[in-house]
């Protein structure tokens, strides 16, 4: 079945780089699509969404990017910052489905 | 303005005892939606409901599960005769409209059925 998934499991970044991650997405009827961060024992929290009719958007230091030609979306966190660690899920919504098709996600870990 | 509030926020069943899971959608939102988190993957979508109506229950397990969001009180996400399958985290999130951009998720409940 169609679903959302992501290309590295764990991505391990310098404290003051830049982060990027990656998801590739497969339903093109899809109308929108959300980064979310999950801390340890947390639900998920919202980051910055996206419609399908947008290529980029940006928020405070992060941007997402979303290619359709290939099904992929990508989130850019700027100046990464201990409190990064997390998580990280893309998810898509719409295209006639109520909920939201989740990504297994992303594990970032910010090296000192 | 509280967050959406579930509770328990950990439960522990023996095989075969029913579970039930509380979600309380913040104040304002109508729309409550369910999903399920196994251990190192994504959230699954459940089952999407309005004040008294189920309005999608799509990928809600045909046996064992129910869910209900009454006029007055909680969601209640009840699953009857648990096995240790369906030991996960259930994660509610709630909108003020049916739509998924302005959605907040609680806490969750992690279940653990021995």
């Known amino acids: 079945g169609e679903s959302v998934g992501l290309h590295l499991p764990t991505l391990s970044v310098q404290e003051g780089d830049n982060s990027i991650i990656n998801c590739a997405y497969s339903?093109?009827?899809?109308?929108?699509f959300i980064w979310y961060k999950q801390e340890s024992g947390k639900g998920p929290q919202f980051i910055i969404d996206?419609?399908?009719?947008?290529d980029k958007r940006q928020g405070q230091r992060v941007t997402v990017l979303l290619n359709k030609t290939v099904k992929h979306l990508s989130l850019q966190i700027a100046a990464t910052q201990p409190g990064d660690s997390a998580v990280y899920f893309c998810?898509?919504?719409?295209?006639?489905?109520?909920?939201?098709?989740f990504g297994k996600g992303t594990h970032l870990i910010i090296q000192p | 303005n509280a967050g959406v509030m579930q509770n328990p926020r950990h439960l522990v069943r023996r095989r075969g005892q029913e579970a039930r899971l509380r979600c309380s959608p913040m104040?304002?939102?109508?729309?409550v939606y369910w999903y399920r988190q196994l251990p190192e993957e994504g959230l699954k979508f459940m089952v999407y409901?309005?004040?008294?109506?189920?309005?999608?229950e799509s990928g809600m397990p045909k046996e064992r599960f129910s869910a209900e969001f009454p006029k007055e009180g909680p969601s209640i996400l009840r699953i009857q005769q648990v096995v240790r399958g369906d030991s996960a985290a259930y994660f509610c999130?709630?909108?003020?409209?049916?739509?998924?951009?302005?959605?907040?998720f609680g806490q969750g409940t992690r279940l653990t059925v021995v």
């Open positions: 339903n093109s009827a899809s109308d929108y």
């Open positions: 409901l309005q004040k008294e109506n189920i309005i999608d």
């Open positions: 999130a709630s909108s003020p409209a049916a739509l998924n951009t302005e959605a907040f």
């Open positions: 104040k304002g939102h109508s729309h």
């Open positions: 996206i419609r399908s009719n947008m």
């Open positions: 998810a898509e919504g719409g295209g006639g489905a109520d909920g939201l098709t």
